[in-house]
Structure formats: structure tokens, C-alpha cells
């Protein structure tokens, strides 16, 4: 869908919810509680916290919905809410883990071999990424397993651009050496 349609989508269902049309606010919710699970997931690790997180996330939206000025997009709105809950829970926890750990790539058209390799390479993709430091991991989620851009990542974890840009791209770098000596073992 293309940015304005969802944007014009969004704020016509903020607008009802706000009015009291709880069927607005809940169809709200159904079109990001896969976004906002899948977040939560990269957090959590489970199921169980992850619901948890899921309402508190959702019901912070609703009490707050009046609050939102349109000043960027709703879903960069509810990706701050949801960040910031994520980051007061698990400082009592552990540390974040990337949801990389759910990446696979799958290809029925491959022989056994290189079914195997692909298993093999993804491992080695989840182990560079769990070694990356938490501030870049972050940032890499949020670009490339929720596709979200510079300036939207900016706004949900409060960092400049420019950081943003930084962690992505010493991410990457760190993901390209770690692979590289990985390759050639």
C-alpha cells in the first residue's frame, strides 16, 4: 500500500477512535500487532512475555491516542511506544536479542546440499549477529526485518540520523568481517 494511503488510512481510524469507535482503535491494532509481536519477539523470545508486551504497548496507544499530533507517521509513533516499552522491561532482564534468530531462507528447489549449506550460512548469519553490540543490532532489526527508514528508526529509538546511518553501517561492516573470516575457515 502505498505511504499516503496508509497514512490518510490511519489517521481516519485515530480520528474515530479518538471519537469512540472502539472498531476503529481495534482495527488499528489488527493492522500492526504482527509489526509490533514480531518486535517483541526480538526482545522477549517467547510467547508468553511477548503478549504481555503486546497489550501493554497497545493499551499505552490507546490511553495516549488524543496525544498524537500527525507529526510523523503513526506507525513511527507506535514503533517509539513500543521500543520504549521494550527497553524498560528488559533492562530488568537480559540483554536485546536480534530477531535475525527467526531468519531462514527457504528453497524448495534445492538439492540436499545446498539446503545444507543454507542452514549452515544462516547459522553463521545469527551467531555474527548476536555478537554484534545491542545499539547496532537494534538498528539492523529495525531496517532490514521491519523495514523501516533512517529517519523513522531516528525517531523510535531517539538517536540522529547520522547515528542511525553510523550503527547500520558499522553493523554491516562487523556482519561482513565476521562472515569473511567465517568463509574462509
Known amino acids: 500500500?502505498?505511504?499516503?494511503?496508509?497514512?490518510k488510512r490511519d489517521n481516519t481510524l485515530i480520528s474515530s477512535a479518538c471519537a469512540g469507535d472502539s472498531r476503529s482503535f481495534a482495527r488499528l491494532v489488527s493492522f500492526y500487532?504482527?509489526?509490533?509481536r514480531a518486535f517483541g519477539m526480538g526482545f522477549f523470545k517467547n510467547a508468553s512475555d511477548?503478549?504481555?508486551?503486546?497489550?501493554?504497548?497497545?493499551i499505552k496507544?490507546?490511553?495516549?491516542?488524543?496525544?498524537f499530533r500527525g507529526e510523523s507517521l503513526f506507525s513511527t509513533w507506535l514503533m517509539r511506544?513500543?521500543?520504549n516499552t521494550a527497553i524498560n522491561s528488559v533492562k530488568r532482564r537480559?540483554?536485546?536479542?536480534?530477531?535475525?534468530?527467526?531468519?531462514?531462507?527457504?528453497d524448495g528447489d534445492l538439492g540436499p546440499e545446498d539446503?545444507?549449506?543454507?542452514?549452515?550460512?544462516?547459522?553463521a548469519v545469527r551467531e555474527a549477529i548476536a555478537e554484534l553490540p545491542e545499539r547496532y543490532a537494534v538498528c539492523l532489526d529495525l531496517y532490514f526485518f521491519n523495514d523501516m527508514s533512517h529517519n523513522e528508526i531516528s525517531d523510535v529509538l531517539d538517536l540522529p540520523v547520522n547515528t542511525?546511518?553510523?550503527?547500520?553501517?558499522?553493523?554491516?561492516?562487523?556482519?561482513k568481517d565476521s562472515l569473511t573470516e567465517y568463509a574462509s575457515m
Not at 115 to 123: D, E, N, V
Open 1 to 7: 500500500m502505498e505511504r499516503t494511503i496508509i497514512e
Open 94 to 106: 537480559k540483554e536485546y536479542v536480534s530477531l535475525s534468530d527467526d531468519f531462514e531462507i527457504i
Open 115 to 123: 539446503r545444507q549449506l543454507r542452514k549452515l550460512t544462516a547459522l
Open 164 to 175: 542511525v546511518k553510523s550503527h547500520i553501517f558499522r553493523a554491516k561492516k562487523i556482519l
Open 50 to 58: 511477548t503478549d504481555d508486551f503486546l497489550q501493554e504497548v497497545f
Open 33 to 36: 500487532e504482527k509489526k509490533v
Open 61 to 67: 496507544v490507546y490511553t495516549h491516542l488524543s496525544s
Open 81 to 83: 511506544i513500543a521500543y
